[in-house]
């Protein structure tokens, strides 16, 4: 059974870092991409980054572009979320979701529907 566990989340002031982690397990197939996506209270689920596993292409929404970057440890089955700078407006639940390669439909990487799997979320609180 494929699961994605995120964790690193937390409190952190204004300015500050963390750096979020998303390890998948129970499969072995390779997947096609594997994306962050965030849901404060009261806002809609926001597409964050997205990495693809084929030629480690990336994309990222612009409210985080320069501040955020992902990446992947394939012998860890890992992807990563690097966030510094973090500002208020980060504070969110943030999930990854996994692309099967096996799925056709069409993707859209910030697209929530573009993804089969998902994590159960970590919390990301900026405040001083």
């Known amino acids: 059974q494929l699961q994605l566990v995120e964790s690193g989340g937390g409190l952190v002031q204004p300015g500050g870092s963390l750096r979020l982690s998303c390890v998948a397990s129970g499969f072995t197939l390779p997947y096609y991409a594997i994306a962050w996506f965030r849901q404060a209270p009261g806002k809609e689920r926001e597409g964050v980054s997205c990495i693809k596993r084929g030629d480690d292409s990336t994309d990222y929404a612009n409210s985080v572009k320069g501040r955020f970057t992902i990446s992947r440890d394939n012998a860890k089955n890992t992807v990563y979320l690097q966030m510094n700078s973090l500002i208020p407006e980060d504070t969110a639940v943030y999930s990854c979701?996994?692309?099967?390669?096996?799925?056709?439909?069409?993707?859209?990487?910030?697209?929530?529907?573009?993804?089969?799997?998902w994590g159960q979320g970590t919390q990301v609180t900026v405040s001083s």
């Open positions: 979701a996994l692309r099967r390669i096996s799925n056709h439909r069409r993707f859209e990487w910030d697209n929530s529907e573009s993804y089969d799997t």
